[in-house]
């Protein structure tokens, strides 16, 4: 590998990091040093992006003895079994207990009680009051454990656990190994109590498929029903605030109030523009493979930094420019290939119903605060302001 940097680069301020744009045009496929101390190849391009995401060549099962990790202490890859550490066909086995429950036309059966959330949410919303605490985070929180037969209870702590568990160096060791063992606690505890009060939720769906199928071990269990609220809520809350800051500080949210037909098409170049994380997932190449920028050799990892793969000049027309009539969604923000997200579809509907309920509801909606004077979270697989104090 050539000269290295050290990852991750941060640029504040919802921006992309100077190095990325860099990288794009000058050194695609080029090493960094992780957090951890082993190096990786940064592939920032679309094409390289999209084909490290796609191709069964690269694995997420980083399970084995000296394995690359992003992190120095404490890292995702360090937990076998779970959905995001798993290869076909192990993966799919997986993933096809659950995908059923987040399909397109499922989802769109979610809308109406996802547009209740956000209007009970709303109707009290302060003002002044910071977005993320009122809404940004508890809408996508309700609406997961909703789908999950749980009850939407200790939302703050959990909400504190989540933060430990995704983060990269902003909590020390001992914090991010507490909230994961939290978070499984409260998983177990979940489980147990739906074992003894059955429902037709979600996560009664799979307790059957552990407990009356076999389909599922225990520690699976456990591992995918902390996963979906982790999941189903940080991805969502990071790119609503971030969407949302991005359309007040371009005045585009005005347009927005006037026409609020336009929040689809704004909700994909938000997430482009403003995608909720900065990578996939590390992987690490099982053969040699000829990417569009170069070779990455057997054994060598990649990080597929997506963030960067949808400001790619190549792919998007004035790719740094936030246009919310913007003809294309081919964007990278969930992925691609086999862990494709999930909650895609969860997600977009989650998006566009907060959008066209804030504008609706609040059309004059503004910041109460300079826009440099806002918090950005760092050290953080998620990105995002850590609060977003507006006015209505």
């Known amino acids: ?23 794009l045009r000058a050194a695609p496929l080029d090493a960094v040093e992780l ?78 009680r996802i547009r209740a959330v956000c209007g009970e949410l709303l109707d009290g919303l302060a003002n002044p009051a910071d977005l993320i605490d ?19 209870t200790d939302l703050d702590r959990f909400r504190d656990w989540s933060s430990a568990y995704v983060s990269l160096s902003a909590h020390p060791l001992e914090e991010r190994v507490a909230a994961l063992e939290q978070l499984q606690e409260y998983a177990r505890e979940m489980i147990r109590r739906r074992r003894a009060a059955p429902g037709d939720g979600l996560l009664d769906a799979l307790i059957r498929a552990r407990d009356e199928e076999d389909r599922l071990s225990e520690d699976e269990l456990v591992l995918m029903t902390f996963s979906l609220i982790v ?7 990071a790119a609503l605030s971030r969407g949302v800051f991005r359309l007040l500080v371009t005045g585009r949210y005005a347009d927005l109030a006037d026409d609020p037909g336009r929040v689809p098409a704004a909700v994909e170049e938000i997430l482009r523009h403003d995608p909720p994380a900065d990578a ?22 990649v990080l597929a930094v997506t963030s960067a793969a949808n400001r790619d000049p190549a792919k998007f027309d004035r790719p740094d420019v936030f246009d919310i009539a913007r003809p294309t969604a081919d964007h990278l923000a969930f992925g691609r290939g086999p862990h494709y997200c999930l909650g895609a579809s969860l997600a977009r509907a989650e998006l566009q119903i907060a959008l066209a309920e804030l504008v609706t509801r609040f059309p004059r909606l503004r910041l109460a605060v300079p826009p440099g004077s806002i918090e950005w979270r760092t050290g953080s697989l998620m990105l995002g302001p850590t609060t977003l104090p507006v006015e209505h």
């Open 1 to 23: 590998m050539g000269s290295v940097e050290r990852y991750p680069f941060w640029a504040g301020a919802g921006e992309i990091a100077p190095e990325f744009v860099r990288r």
């Open 35 to 112: 957090p951890s101390g082993d190096r990786a190849w940064l592939a920032v391009r679309y094409d390289d992006v999209a084909e490290v995401l796609a191709s069964r060549a690269f694995t997420r099962n980083l399970t084995y003895p000296g394995a690359p990790r992003v992190a120095a202490d404490f890292d995702v890859s360090d937990l076998p079994g779970a959905i995001l550490n798993l290869d076909p066909p192990e993966h799919t086995r997986v993933r096809r207990l659950v995908a059923g429950a987040f399909t397109p036309r499922l989802v769109e059966r979610q809308r109406p």
């Open 134 to 152: 009122a809404f940004a985070f508890p809408m996508p929180m309700v609406v997961i454990c909703e789908m999950l037969g749980v009850p939407r």
């Open 231 to 237: 999941a189903g809520h940080e991805a969502t809350t």
């Open 280 to 301: 996939a997932f590390l992987r690490v190449a099982t053969e040699d493979v000829r990417l569009p920028s170069g070779r990455v050799r057997a054994g060598e990892a």
